[in-house]
């Protein structure tokens, strides 16, 4: 069965400090990655999605970037945080349009 | 006009009765409509999807579907308090590879 894998859980960083979020998926093959965010109170923004290893699509222009070195890893990441990018942070996959498997998800707080 | 959009609620009900989640979308062209539940604090779970017009049930849970109004629902017969949660509405935007979700309604099922 399919497993999806996502760290950490929690954490909390200093503004301009880095970020690296992981998220590994086991027991498929090129799937569909997407990295959503959640704000206090908000809905579901997607940040990047990827339909296989290098190729990434951006959906909002931020100070984060993502990465796809493997087939089932994808990373999120930023080089200075900003108070803005607190949120709960979630990795999914999909082989179908729409059915997307969530990561336990990243509960992130900028300070 | 926001791709898709539902009343932010709370939705309150109570216990055995019957819950209604509605959700609008922009685009005449969508072809798949996709219902997912999320927990207080907790990553959002595919719970059921739409093609078609009409009706489609699952257990407790009915989805409704009106193209011509662009209009999707989920029905939940005899709520229970582990019912409550939030509700997001998804419809895929982008060539299929995305999924766009509504920012989701909160319901409340009371003893």
């Known amino acids: 069965s399919q497993t999806i894998h996502q760290w950490p859980a929690t954490l909390v960083q200093p503004v301009g400090s880095p970020l690296s979020l992981e998220c590994t998926v086991e027991g498929t093959s090129n799937p569909n990655l997407y990295w959503y965010r959640q704000a206090a109170g908000r809905g579901l923004q997607l940040l990047f999605y990827?339909?296989?290893?290098?190729?990434i699509s951006s959906e909002v222009p931020q100070n984060l970037s993502a990465s796809r070195p493997q087939d089932r890893q994808f990373i999120l990441s930023s080089k200075k945080l900003l108070l803005s990018d607190s949120g709960f942070y979630l990795c999914?996959?999909?082989?179908?349009?729409?059915?997307?498997?969530f990561g336990e998800g990243s509960r992130l707080t900028v300070l | 006009q926001k791709e898709v959009e539902q009343n932010s609620g709370p939705l309150s009900v109570p216990e055995g009765a019957i819950a209604s989640l509605n959700c609008t979308y922009s685009d005449r062209g969508s072809q798949s409509f996709f219902w997912y539940r999320q927990y207080s604090g907790k990553s959002p779970e595919l719970i059921m999807f739409?093609?078609?017009?009409g009706d489609k049930e699952d257990g407790r849970f009915t989805a409704q579907l009106n193209k011509a109004s662009q209009y999707v629902s989920l029905l939940i017969r005899d709520s229970q308090p582990s019912d409550s949660a939030t509700y997001l509405c998804?419809?895929?935007?982008?060539?299929?590879?995305?999924?766009?979700f509504g920012t989701g309604t909160q319901l409340k099922v009371e003893l």
């Open positions: 998804a419809v895929p935007t982008g060539g299929g590879n995305k999924l766009t």
């Open positions: 999914a996959w999909s082989l179908t349009t729409g059915e997307l498997f």
């Open positions: 739409i093609y078609s017009n």
């Open positions: 990827s339909v296989g290893i290098g190729q």
